[in-house]
């Protein structure tokens, strides 16, 4: 059994910053990549950021050049790190793992990132 836990959410004001941790703890054979995805009132899933296991990281359009992500490998945690905040970062973020050699997908509880004045 796998398990992903997530913190670092909450409320911040618009231009703050905000730091998310994800680590994956249980039967993990190997991770392939980790990432972040969120879902916003009345919107669907979206990709945030991604990282493999080769490092190669990928961003949505809308975060580039706020949101950083990163790897701690050896605890198996993913790091979303949250600059310049707007009030559309709004949404629950999801920590997403690829594991294994069968690329099995889990998924995190969520956490809630609200950015309001």
């Known amino acids: 059994q796998v398990q992903l836990v997530e913190s670092g959410g909450g409320l911040v004001q618009p231009g703050g910053s905000l730091r998310l941790s994800c680590a994956a703890s249980?039967?993990?054979?190997?991770?392939?990549?980790m990432g972040w995805y969120r879902q916003a009132p009345g919107k669907q899933l979206e990709l945030v950021a991604a990282?493999?296991?080769?490092?190669?990281?990928n961003y949505a359009d809308s975060v580039k050049g706020r949101f950083t992500i990163s790897r701690d490998n050896a605890k198996n945690t993913v790091y979303l790190q949250m600059n310049s905040l707007k009030p559309e970062d709004t949404a629950v973020y999801y920590c997403?793992?690829?594991?294994?050699?069968?690329?099995?997908?889990?998924w995190g509880q969520g956490t809630q990132v609200t950015v309001s004045s």
């Open positions: 997403n793992a690829d594991l294994g050699p069968s690329s099995d997908d889990y």
């Open positions: 249980g039967s993990i054979f190997s991770i392939n990549a």
């Open positions: 990282i493999t296991s080769g490092g190669n990281i």
